[in-house]
């Protein structure tokens, strides 16, 4: 019998891009957070969101997001350098295996079809913060423009699937990429 080994946590680090920095969550976040998700749109475009919201639960994710035990990295998308928000998603690493991870993200709706998302996510797969070789995706199917997201980041589609969403309460047809690290 083998023990499992649980992987090493590094401290996240700041990723810059043209418009904004992509940086470890903090505390201070919660509120920009449980507003954007608190848009049904934004909620139902993921599989962990609920909709409603929850009281406390933006909290307990960035208590989440910034814990020693995390399982899953999360950078905030901040603009604020560049007269942005603070805050306009997130972007998201999960270590799937020592060599795999999986990418996640969501932006505010008002800050739909502006690039933002494309460019955080591009940024994050050039980083390759966990030193992955391999990376997965997915997005909810009747979500074309996360898709795109996916493709314009060098990602490739690799099948059919379902995942379940929370907010929808059921599960949702998804389409999966794999994007493979040099």
Do not use: C
């Not at 470890?24 to 749109?41: E, F, K, N, V, W």
């Not at 799937?96 to 690039?115: M, R």
């Not at 059919?160 to 493979?180: C, F, G, H, M, Q």
């Amino acid at each position: 019998m083998t023990d499992l080994i649980a992987p090493v946590l590094h401290p996240q680090t700041e990723i810059a891009t043209e418009r904004f920095v992509l940086r470890p969550l903090r505390r201070s976040d919660a509120g920009l957070i449980a507003h954007y998700t608190q848009d049904r749109r934004v909620a139902e475009g993921t599989r962990s969101i609920p909709h409603p919201l929850p009281p406390g639960a933006s909290e307990a994710y960035v208590n989440r997001a910034i814990s020693s035990e995390r399982d899953e990295d999360v950078w905030a998308i901040d603009g604020s350098a560049n007269k942005l928000a603070e805050l306009l998603g997130v972007v998201s690493l999960t270590r799937i295996e020592p060599d795999q991870s999986e990418l996640g993200f969501w932006v505010g709706a008002g800050f739909w079809n502006t690039g933002f998302a494309t460019e955080a996510v591009a940024a994050l797969v050039a980083a390759n913060p966990h030193g992955s070789r391999t990376l997965f995706a997915e997005a909810f199917q009747d979500n074309p423009g996360s898709a795109r997201v996916l493709t314009n980041s060098g990602f490739e589609y690799l099948g059919d699937a379902e995942s379940w969403s929370i907010a929808r309460n059921a599960r949702v047809p998804t389409w999966t990429y794999l994007r493979k690290m040099a």
